[in-house]
């Protein structure tokens, strides 16, 4: 008798340990879940705060480079497609678009010398740096977000939890697109 009431509490104690690790462990993988929206969310007002200053960069642009309409073009398309995304995978790939299209536009600043000396132009370049830097910024802490909680899903016993919460890997991370490597070519 006194064997079996071991037993069952040894059983018993098991249980009640092996329950508040899974719910110790299911808050975990949800506070991380919430870190990684929030994250992004500052990440998205970055983005927003770029597109919101792209208008006037290209304004400013065209009264000295009225032949450059291609590039105008590709920047106002690459902003519509921002603001158009939903996703984060979407907002990523729009970014992208946005990253080539204010490089090529620097390109062709490169070529104006009065328009690089133009008062307007250096605060809205100035505000655009500034604004890259917070985007950087933000996609570090968001893709920290990202791999911490992929790692932790990954990993015994949260990897058992998250299967039979519903918890599923996070694959939208920022990356660098291949051709942004590459420093644009400026020729005088």
Do not use: H
Not at 28 to 35: F, S
Not at 39 to 61: F, G, H, Y
């Amino acid at each position: 008798m006194k064997t079996g009431m071991i037993v069952l509490i040894a059983v018993g104690l098991a249980i009640v340990l092996g329950g508040c690790e899974f719910v110790q462990t299911r808050n975990k993988l949800a506070t991380e879940k919430e870190a990684i929206k929030g994250d992004w969310s500052q990440v998205d007002a970055d983005l927003q705060r770029r597109a919101d200053l792209i208008p006037n960069l290209v304004e400013t642009v065209k009264g000295y480079a009225k032949e450059e309409t291609g590039v105008m073009t590709a920047l106002a398309d690459a902003r519509a497609a921002m603001i158009g995304a939903k996703t984060p995978a979407e907002k990523i790939d729009a970014n992208n678009q946005v990253s080539g299209a204010l490089g090529r536009l620097m390109v062709v600043v490169e070529n104006y010398p009065n328009l690089k000396a133009n008062e307007n132009f250096k605060q809205l370049q100035y505000s655009l740096e500034g604004t890259e830097n917070r985007i950087l910024q933000s996609r570090r802490v968001y893709n920290e977000s990202v791999q911490a909680y992929n790692t932790d899903i990954a990993l015994f016993p949260a990897s058992f939890v998250a299967s039979l919460s519903g918890y599923q890997r996070e694959d939208a991370y920022f990356k660098t697109e291949p051709g942004a490597r590459t420093a644009p070519k400026v020729q005088f």
